[in-house]
Nanobody, 123 residues
Framework: QVQLVESGGGLVQAGGSLRLSCAAS????????IGWFCQPPGKEREFVAA????????DYADSVKGRFTISRDNAKNTVYLQMNSLKSEDTAVYYC????????????????WGQGTQVTVSS
């Protein structure tokens, strides 16, 4: 199992920025990719972005392309989500998750999850 801990959430005004961190520990050698997902109030959890540990291949939801950037630091076993130009609709609990499979945008393929961090964007 891979253990994941998110940090960096908070309250920010629309147009502002936040950087989320996801620290991985445990059987990280078995992980292929780390993904970020968000769950807005009253809605389903959805894919935001993902990155592979190896070559650093990335994938993004259309709603965040050009605003969010996912990156990784392999030495620290940490994945970051830089969120710029935040909108009120970005308000959600953000989760990072780990997958050993190749379909990195597919939420059901992720098998280890963090506890989540709240991001609130005020308009």
């Amino acid at each position: 199992q891979v253990q994941l801990v998110e940090s960096g959430g908070g309250l920010v005004q629309a147009g502002g920025s936040l950087r989320l961190s996801c620290a991985a520990s445990g059987r990280t050698f078995r992980a292929y990719a780390i993904g970020w997902f968000c769950q807005p109030p009253g809605k389903e959890r959805e894919f935001v972005a993902a990155i592979t540990w190896g070559v650093g291949f990335t994938d993004y939801a259309d709603s965040v392309k050009g605003r969010f950037t996912i990156s990784r630091d392999n030495a620290k076993n940490t994945v970051y989500l830089q969120m710029n130009s935040l909108k009120s609709e970005d308000t959600a609990v953000y989760y990072c998750a780990s997958t050993s499979r190749g379909r990195i945008a597919l939420m059901n393929d992720y098998d280890s999850w963090g506890q989540g961090t709240q991001v609130t964007v005020s308009s």
